[in-house]
C-alpha cells in the first residue's frame, strides 16, 4: 500500500529517529550543565514543564467550575447561536431522525421479546440515541469503531439491517458470529466495527493499537472508540488513555456518560469533574457535550475527527447524558433510583423530541409524517423479528470453529465425541432447531 513503509525502511527511520533523540538529549544536559541558573528561574526536572513557588499550596480538585457543557439547541429544539447551527441537508436531518426512532423502535420490541422468554438478553439504548447517530453522522463510513454494548444506533447509522441485528439477538443462521455469544454483541466487518465483547474496557487499548496502525498506514482515518463513565474507571482505560497520547494516535475516545453504572450512580464512581477533566492530565484535547442535543454531538465530533487525523493525536469527547432504560433486561432500576427521575429525563430532555422540534420548525416534519412513520418503523421491525424467529440455529459444530484457525487434534477429537454422543442421544437435545451441517 502506498505510503507503507517496509521493514527494512522502518528500521532505518527509528534508528535514525534513535540517533536524533539522542543527540536531543545530549544537548539538553549539557544546557542544563552549563546554565545552573536555569535551575533557579525555572524547575528544569525532565518530569514537567512549570514554575516555582514558595506557597505549600495543595491543587484542589475544586480549582475551576468544572468543564462547561457545549450544546448547539435548547431542549425545545431552538438553535441557541446560528453560527454553531451545523446547517445540515434536509435529507440528512431526516435520516438522522428516522435512524433514532428506528432504534427506539427496535428496543422497544426486542425488550418485549426478551420479557416473553424469546431471547435471553437485551440492552435499550433509551435516551442515548443522539450521542449514537450525532457522532456516527460526523464520522468517515470507514473510521473503525469498537463499541462497549450500548451503541447500536452506530451501527443502524451506518446500514446494520434490522435482520442482522435481530439475527445476533436470536444467535440464528443469518448471524455473523454463528451465534456464539450474547444477544447486542454485535459485529461486521463491512461497517467497520468491531465485534462487541463483555469485559468492560478492554476495547480501550485494541483501539489504541489499531490507531497507531492506522498512522502508519497514513489512510486518512481515525478510530472511534465508545464507553461509558463506569468503564473510564478500569486499568485499561488509564492504559488506553496513556499509550494514546504517548504514541500520538489519531483515536476518537467517546464517552457516554450516563449517570449510573447498572447501580452505582457517578458519585459512587469518581469524585473529580467527571471523565472530561482526566483528558488534559494525558496531554489530550477534550470536550464536554450535551449528548441529548445531537447537533453538539455532531459538531464535536467533527472537530474532534479533524483533530485527530489531521494531527495524529487522540481526542477525548464525553457526552453526558442520562440512561432512561433499565441496564439490562436482567435489572431493574425502580431499586436504586426513583420512578420520577427517569420520567424527567423521559419528558424534558430527550434527544428524539428535541431534534424532532427542530424538524417541525423548519418545516421538515410533521405530524401525519409522524404517524406514517411510526408505523412504518413497527412494521419493518416486527417482519424482521418474525424472520428471524423462523430461521434455524447455526449446527452446533460451530461451538468447536474458530477456537483457533485451524481445529487442533485435541478440539477435533472432542467434536467427534460429542457427535456420537448426540447421534446416540438425539431425542435428548433439541437438535431440530438447528442446522444439519456436521
Ligand atoms: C471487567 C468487567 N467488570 C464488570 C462487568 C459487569 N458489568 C457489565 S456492564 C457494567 C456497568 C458499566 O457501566 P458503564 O460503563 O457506565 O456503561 P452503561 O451500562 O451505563 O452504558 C458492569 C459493571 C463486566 N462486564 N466487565
Not at 138 to 156: C, F, H, I, K, P
Not at 196 to 213: E, F, H
Not at 216 to 232: I, K, P
Not at 430 to 438: G, L, M, R, V
Request: aromatic share 12%; charged share 25%.
Amino acid at each position: 500500500m502506498a505510503g507503507r513503509l517496509s521493514w527494512s525502511a522502518f528500521n532505518v527511520a527509528r534508528r535514525s529517529f534513535g540517533q536524533q533523540l539522542r543527540g536531543s538529549q545530549a544537548q539538553l544536559i549539557n544546557s542544563r550543565t552549563f546554565s545552573s541558573a536555569l535551575g533557579e528561574e525555572q524547575p528544569n526536572f525532565p518530569g514537567s514543564r512549570s514554575k516555582w513557588t514558595e506557597k505549600l499550596e495543595f491543587v484542589q480538585p475544586d480549582l475551576y467550575d468544572g468543564i462547561p457543557v457545549y450544546r448547539v439547541m435548547n431542549r425545545k429544539g431552538e438553535i441557541i447561536d446560528p453560527a454553531y447551527d451545523p446547517k445540515l441537508e434536509k435529507d440528512t436531518l431526516v435520516k438522522m431522525y428516522k435512524r433514532m426512532t428506528m432504534l427506539n423502535t427496535m428496543d422497544r420490541i426486542m425488550y418485549e421479546s426478551q420479557r416473553q422468554g424469546r431471547i435471553s438478553f437485551y440492552m435499550t439504548n433509551y435516551g442515548e440515541e443522539g450521542t449514537h447517530i450525532g457522532s456516527a453522522a460526523a464520522l468517515d463510513d470507514n473510521d473503525l469503531v469498537y463499541g462497549q454494548y450500548r451503541e447500536a444506533g452506530v451501527l443502524m447509522w451506518r446500514g446494520f439491517s434490522l435482520d442482522r441485528f435481530m439475527n445476533q439477538c436470536y444467535g440464528n443462521e443469518g448471524d455473523m458470529g454463528k451465534g456464539r455469544q450474547m444477544p447486542v454483541h454485535y459485529g461486521s466487518t463491512e461497517h467497520k466495527f468491531v465485534t462487541i465483547s463483555s469485559p468492560l474496557a478492554t476495547q480501550m487499548p485494541q483501539a489504541v493499537g489499531t490507531a497507531y496502525a492506522f498512522k502508519r498506514a497514513q489512510n486518512g482515518l481515525c478510530v472511534v472508540c465508545y464507553f461509558g463513565e463506569g468503564t473510564s474507571s478500569e486499568g485499561d482505560a488509564h492504559a488506553a488513555f496513556n499509550f494514546s497520547a504517548t504514541l500520538d494516535c489519531p483515536i476518537i475516545f467517546f464517552c457516554r456518560n450516563n449517570g449510573y453504572a447498572i447501580s452505582t450512580p457517578t458519585s459512587e464512581q469518581y469524585r473529580g469533574d467527571g471523565v472530561a477533566a482526566r483528558g488534559p492530565a494525558y496531554g489530550m484535547a477534550t470536550i464536554r457535550v450535551d449528548g441529548n442535543d445531537v447537533f453538539a454531538v455532531y459538531n464535536a465530533t467533527k472537530a474532534a475527527r479533524h483533530l485527530a487525523v489531521t494531527e495524529n493525536r487522540p481526542v477525548l469527547i464525553e457526552a453526558m447524558t442520562y440512561r432512561i432504560g433499565h441496564h439490562s433486561t436482567s435489572d431493574d432500576s425502580s431499586a436504586y433510583r426513583s420512578v420520577d427521575e427517569v420520567r424527567h429525563w423521559d419528558s424534558t430532555q430527550h434527544p428524539i423530541a428535541r431534534l424532532r422540534a427542530y424538524l417541525v420548525q423548519q418545516g421538515f416534519w410533521d405530524e401525519a409524517q409522524e404517524k406514517q412513520w411510526k408505523d412504518d418503523c413497527k412494521r419493518q421491525v416486527m417482519q424482521s423479528f418474525a424472520r428471524a424467529e423462523r430461521r434455524q440455529k447455526p449446527g452446533w459444530k460451530a461451538l468447536f470453529t474458530d477456537v483457533y484457525d485451524d481445529m487442533p487434534d485435541h478440539l477435533q477429537e472432542q467434536f467427534e465425541y460429542m457427535k456420537s454422543h448426540v447421534d446416540e442421544y438425539e431425542d435428548h437435545y433439541p437438535t431440530k432447531h438447528f442446522a444439519k451441517d456436521n
